[in-house]
């Protein structure tokens, strides 16, 4: 995004002061002109500037703390009671430029890797011994710091057993698998059957090798990676959504917004907690079309081919990680996931060059029998907008081309889906939202030291007049939230979807920290930091902040009973509102929603899948908060063996819906079968959308929207 010339100038006359003091630099002097520089920066743009004092200095401190050791498997209470000495100091030395504690941690963090290496190396050297009732906690939280490097080794052994008993069980369950399908077929390749010692003496090996390559890793870890933690430690006590962005992170970060994205399909983020989050699948994608991997998900290990050897990315910068899944199409990249019940599966993707159309605004027609024919759905995976390139896609632009082809077709009514859309360009949510009103406001940003701006739909032509719902769930943030927010305010669309959508009211913008210092060319590229500037209200004065946006109809979600959005973060802004502004609109005004959740209520409670999928909700959060494993064989595979059968019931719930049709517009079909790629991936878009169970009732919503005259108004017939 561009930057403001005001906001330019405010950050550069503060740093110009701060540089002033470097006439020449060393990696000290850059570090200190990068730490103020932001600080300077943040404090000129933030929305909620916050007091650089003791208290932003010990929430500094915990944040850093949880970034560089989440899990409490490297430092010791000792560690941290000699750090602790500089809880309230982290204010000062951040204002001095100075690094006394990155330092120290970075030390002690150093010594504790020598240290639990030499652990680990003795603990898999010896046999282990699975018959005894010990159990390991994995939930970092729930966990205390070790006393002493006695009770750290004591943790190490535990952890070193589990990591050995997981893959014990899984070579006995494959070892007997094979025995079994041996018998089926008797004339084929004999299976060689080991003993439960020899498993175990190659599973012990197997993480041995696991270790010995991640820790290699870590101790190649550079002073930018550490500096990079501790900076985000820093911009993550203003808000969760404010970060530094080493310059390989920013060009990530493009990538993902342009839609030009390689690998798998999957757009990835670091936690605070140093793991890879899924946080978005790109559609038609090889990752998407595998089911396997899903927003939420944890990615643990990563080997490549068939053979290659299982790397733990535990820890890894993230840049790391996406150059480990990245490769050449036509290769393989193996997985290991902990899904967001806390299971943990293995799969195999054939990576790709995604094509970018397919992580595009796409359409279909949906038919189904005795509730409703030539329906338009659009998909939207995001509010994509490419800033790098004058011709380069912009979704609003896309979606308006979506809606010109489904009116071509005389569809009765369109459902737009924003499901698993985490937001995006503001500009073009702006523009998107215009195409079903006429010109009216459709948010309102507000700057610390402004008044509260209208963004308005300045058009008075409305594209699309029909009918209209729009599909969301708790993964619909941001820009999906401002677009459901004004559809639902103005009256114009029905929302469907879980409980409420992510909970994101504030808008980001990038400063390339090289911008805001002249000269120093020997301490460039520094890098550039996303702000948090404005929040967003709706023109109600209401926000969507934590509390997301209400659907006028709610569906059973797998997710419902565990905490999801922005709730989660403990950073996170406050909910406030403001005034609101005028608006109104004369094209479709749905009436009576009451009517319309009453009746989508009834087929609900009568649909099997909907009740499985509730069931499935209690399941998954059972499963997340056990987050304690027993290390006794018998124990684990009987545990194991039964939370398996539990997830069979709930394993293929989509199936394909009988008398839905889906199908191709006709003026799409030339591009679709421009290859073959293209075929596979349409054919799992049509696929899916056959046996989506939420699009077969928001077909039946739709239904009473457009046969029910008590459940709207027409003005077109007034």
Request: proline share 3%; hydrophobic share 35%.
């Amino acid at each position: 995004m561009k930057f403001r010339g005001f906001v330019l100038l405010a950050i550069s006359a503060v740093v110009f002061l701060v540089a002033a003091n470097y006439p020449k630099t060393d990696n000290a002097q850059k570090e200190a002109i990068l730490m103020q520089t932001i600080l300077a920066g943040l404090d000129q743009l933030h929305y909620s500037p916050q007091d650089i004092d003791d208290d932003f200095s010990n929430k500094v401190f915990n944040l850093y703390l949880e970034r560089i050791d989440g899990n409490k498997r490297w430092l010791t209470q000792t560690d941290i009671d000699k750090l602790a000495i500089y809880k309230n100091q982290l204010d000062d030395q951040a204002n001095a430029g100075t690094y006394e504690f990155l330092n120290i941690a970075q030390e002690s963090l150093s010594k504790s890797l020598a240290k639990t290496k030499v652990y680990y190396q003795e603990i898999l050297a010896k046999p282990f011994d699975f018959t005894g009732d010990e159990t390991i906690e994995l939930d970092g939280e729930k966990k205390e710091y070790a006393k002493n490097d006695a009770e750290l080794k004591t943790y190490w052994e535990k952890a070193m057993k589990y990591e050995t008993l997981t893959r014990l069980v899984g070579k006995i369950e494959a070892q007997k698998k094979a025995a079994e399908e041996e018998k089926e077929e008797p004339d084929g390749e004999k299976t060689e059957i080991k003993t439960v010692a020899e498993l175990e003496k190659e599973s012990r090996e197997a993480v041995l090798k696991l270790f010995n390559d991640w820790y290699h890793r870590m101790e190649k870890r550079q002073r930018k990676d550490y500096l990079s933690d501790y900076l985000n430690a820093f911009t993550t006590v203003f808000d969760p959504h404010t970060n530094y962005f080493l310059p390989a992170d920013k060009e990530n970060f493009d990538i993902g917004m342009s839609g030009r994205l390689e690998g798998i399909g999957a757009r990835l983020q670091e936690t605070p907690t140093d793991e890879t989050k899924v946080v978005m699948v790109v559609a038609g994608g090889p990752a998407y079309r595998g089911k396997v991997v899903e927003v939420g998900d944890i990615f643990l290990k990563v080997a490549q081919g068939d053979d290659g050897d299982w790397v733990d990315i535990g820890g890894w910068d993230i840049n790391d990680v996406v150059a480990k899944i990245r490769g050449k199409k036509g290769t393989k990249v193996r997985l290991t996931l902990k899904k967001v019940d806390g299971s943990i599966v293995e799969t195999t993707i054939v990576r790709e060059e995604i094509i970018m159309d397919e992580g595009y605004a796409k359409s279909a027609i949906l038919d189904l029998e005795t509730v409703g024919d030539n329906i338009g759905y659009i998909k939207l995976p995001r509010f994509y907008a490419d800033f790098n390139k004058r011709d380069g896609h912009q979704c609003a632009v896309d979606v308006g081309i979506e809606l010109e082809k489904l009116k071509a077709q005389k569809v009765n009514g369109i459902i737009l889906d924003l499901r698993n859309n985490g937001g995006g360009s503001l500009r073009d949510v702006v523009d998107m939202s215009g195409f079903f009103i006429e010109e009216g406001p459709i948010v309102q940003v507000k700057s610390r030291r402004a008044n509260p701006e209208v963004l308005d739909d300045r058009d008075p032509s409305v594209q699309y007049d029909g009918p209209l719902i729009v599909m969301v769930n708790s993964f619909s943030a941001s820009a999906s939230e401002i677009l459901a927010a004004a559809l639902q305010d103005y009256g114009r669309a029905v929302i469907v979807g879980s409980d409420a959508t992510f909970g994101k009211a504030t808008v980001q913008r990038f400063f390339d920290l090289d911008r805001a210092i002249r000269g120093y060319s020997d301490i460039k590229p520094l890098g550039e930091v996303k702000v948090t500037t404005q929040k967003f209200y709706r023109i109600t004065g209401n926000s969507n902040q934590l509390k997301g946006v209400i659907p006028d109809i709610t569906l059973p979600d797998n997710y419902d009973l565990i905490k999801t959005g922005e709730q989660e973060y403990e950073t996170a802004m406050k909910w406030t509102e403001i005034e609101p502004v005028a608006h109104k609109q004369g094209v479709f005004q749905v009436k009576n929603k009451a009517a319309l959740r009453t009746a989508s209520e009834g087929r609900v409670a009568n649909n099997e899948v909907f009740q499985k999928i509730k069931e499935n909700a209690k399941r998954l959060k059972k499963q997340r908060e056990s987050t304690s494993y027993s290390l006794n064989l018998e124990t684990f595979q009987t545990n194991k063996a039964a939370n398996k059968e539990e997830a069979k019931k709930y394993k293929n719930l989509m199936k394909e819906i009988e008398g839905l049709t889906v199908s191709n517009l006709s003026v799409d079909l030339a591009q679709i079968n421009a290859d073959s790629s293209k075929i596979g991936r349409n054919d799992e878009f049509i696929k899916a959308l056959k046996k989506d169970v939420y699009v077969e009732e928001t077909l039946h919503i739709m239904k009473d929207l457009v046969k029910g005259s008590s459940a709207f108004i027409d003005p077109r017939k007034n």
